[in-house]
């Protein structure tokens, strides 16, 4: 396949209608609760009594509405770690909550916090380890696999709609000394059958893992990028793909789908980043870090550069032995939903004038960003030669943000851009960026204007734009 043909394969790579939907959302909740928050620990060992877990003041409202205050959309719930622990009285276990002195055992913790998001609005996705090291089948193979399917069918029928199944990689020893060859493609399945609106992330065909824990994206992250290994390569030595990966290039790889990445021609797809990060040193709470929480000023930088670079935001919150939020841990989070809010407050460019140098057609107009749809957008027409959008604002305005969105049901096209704002009747570059996507928070030092123009520098095949937002 030749470059230019590579090019034009990569422009028609587009998201899946639940990773549109998941896009959407951008900032949400990771919760890690367990029966670690009762041991003090990360990694459980699995051979923890249930008598140990008993959140005499489980609130699990307090969550939802903390993760609402701060700007999220969703909850994302550790309903079993690798220690096996269920935080519901699942049928296939005696290692769960129903043996625990909660509630006298007739609690459930994934319940109370499904319930909680629908009450307070938000998305509830879970959280199921495929790693068990207190299940004795887990290294038996098949039977373990079944197991491990039969839970995810608890929390996919019993709890509501559901937006995102978190699979994570680990595949430590049981036991037993074994370790298991997870039938990733029959747990996939199961939760296609049950839940198919739903996400499967990071070890999963819908969402991908950024690559790092420390809430940093990549300078340019793709969306389309070339297929490597698949979890079902990586965990199961008999599941085997045609199509080989490319060399060179894996989760952490610092450019996944530029163009020196793609030209070899592999096959491509769309596999959008998420970025995970704990507002603690920890995933699960441990007393003597309560001062160290990360400052209001960390999260909103660790928010711009994923948000507002084509990734989402997963921040993980450490609810208590109590079974709440600690009370800094809720004041931070509490401050960044202000501070959020204070930055995009007031949308500038509503009811502005667009103008734009080509467009594909009149359906295709530069005035549609400002109409709030993501149905309709400008197309600049195929092939062009540095296509631009300019708004104006009908007044001069202090500006230090502009966020765009490509219309990404169309593909990810844009690979180099400048914003430019007209200062005494001339234009001056305030940011220069790579990829859009389906967010890009520009940020650059205030200045005063009232025109403000996006030049399309370098594209795939064409350019689009969804939105634009000056604040």
Known sequence: MGADAVIEYASKVVPSERQLKWSKLGFYAFIHFGINTFTDSEWGTGGESPELFDPQNLNALQWAKIIKAAGMKAMVLTCKHHDGFCLWPSEYTEHSVKNSPWKGGNGDVVGEAAAACRKTGLKFGVYLSPWDRHDLRYGQGAPYNEYFKNQLRELLVNYGDIFCVWLDGACGEGKNGRKQEYDWEGFYSTIRELQPEAVISVNGPDVRWCGNEAGVCRSSEWSVVPYFYSPAETFSPSVKNDIP??????????????????????RLIWYPAEVNVSLRKGWFYHANEDYDVKPLSKLIDIYYKSVGANASLLLNLSPNKEGIIAKRDMETMLAMGAQLEIDFNENLAEDSLMTCSCRLDSGHDAQNVLDGSDKTFWHSGM???KPWIAIDLGDDYDIDKVVLKEHIRTGQQIERFSLYGEVGGKWKRLFKGTVIGGRRICRFDEIRVRHIKLVVEKTRVFATIESFEAY
């Open 383 to 385: 092939n062009p030669v």
């Open 245 to 266: 990966p490319p060399k060179n290039i894996n989760i952490a790889s610092p450019d996944l789908g530029g163009r020196s990445k793609i030209k070899r021609g592999h």
